[in-house]
């Protein structure tokens, strides 16, 4: 059972937006900075957005990132296959002083 | 632009010690930030472990830290990782990676090793 939650699975088509939500609480989202980052099939974990809503150098603009409350949200527009991974947000937790990552979110391109 | 690469036994047996290297490139240790260790059991989710400042100073999982061992050796410009007591639940794959502290989050990951912990 993750700190954050995050949905198993979202589906879009082609061309299409999609949001990926995050669960936190006071101790962590509400407090902290959220980072997510994209896991492409056997590769290592790629950081996509830090500090809720920057992009790295590289990562294109149809990548957002945004937080409110004790909740984030990762959004995908112009939906390609190249984007099917799976995506995880992460964050620090102040209740135990560690970092934390939600369960993970598979998206697939349709 | 910096390098991280993980090293250590593919297979570990039961209740022995799992050990890790990684191996920096482009950054100095000793210049600053904190250094860490995330894992991922097969089909799973990420998992994070430590962080470790260039000084020692380190934040631990809680539900890992009482078997964790982490170390910064800034001569060779590498940072460890131990894991006592293993059982089958500690096989995954390992990634070290730089954590930007304040800001917590994970901007250079290396690209894993698979530990097996297995008789």
């Known amino acids: 059972q993750s700190v954050l939650t995050q949905p198993p699975s979202v589906s879009a088509a082609p061309g299409q937006k999609v949001t990926i939500s995050c669960s936190g609480s006071?101790?962590?989202?509400?407090?902290?900075?959220v980072s997510w980052y994209q896991q492409l099939p056997g590769t290592a974990p790629k950081l996509l957005i830090y500090e809720n809503d920057k992009r790295p150098s590289g990562i294109p603009d149809r990548f957002s990132g945004s937080k409110s409350g004790t909740s984030a949200t990762l959004g995908i527009t112009g939906l390609q296959t190249g984007d099917e991974a799976d995506y995880y947000c992460?964050?620090?937790?102040?209740?135990?002083?560690?970092?934390?990552f939600g369960g993970g979110t598979k998206l697939t391109v349709l | 632009q910096v390098q991280l690469q993980e090293s250590g036994p593919g297979l570990v047996k039961p209740s022995e010690t799992l050990s890790l290297t990684c191996a920096v490139s482009g950054h100095s240790l000793s210049s600053g930030y904190y250094w860490g260790w995330i894992r991922q059991p097969p089909g799973k989710g990420l998992e994070w472990i430590v962080i470790i400042s260039h000084s020692g100073s380190a934040f631990y999982n809680p539900s890992l830290k009482s078997r964790v061992t982490t170390s910064v050796d800034t001569s060779k410009n590498q940072f460890s990782l131990k894991l006592s007591s293993v059982t089958a639940a500690d096989t995954a794959v390992y990634y070290c990676?730089?954590?930007?502290?304040?800001?917590?989050?994970?901007?250079?990951w290396g690209q894993g090793t698979l530990v097996t912990v297995s008789s």
């Open positions: 990676a730089r954590y930007i502290s304040g800001y917590d989050y994970m901007d250079y």
């Open positions: 992460g964050t620090w937790d102040t209740s135990v002083s560690a970092g934390v």
């Open positions: 006071s101790s962590n989202i509400g407090k902290k900075y």
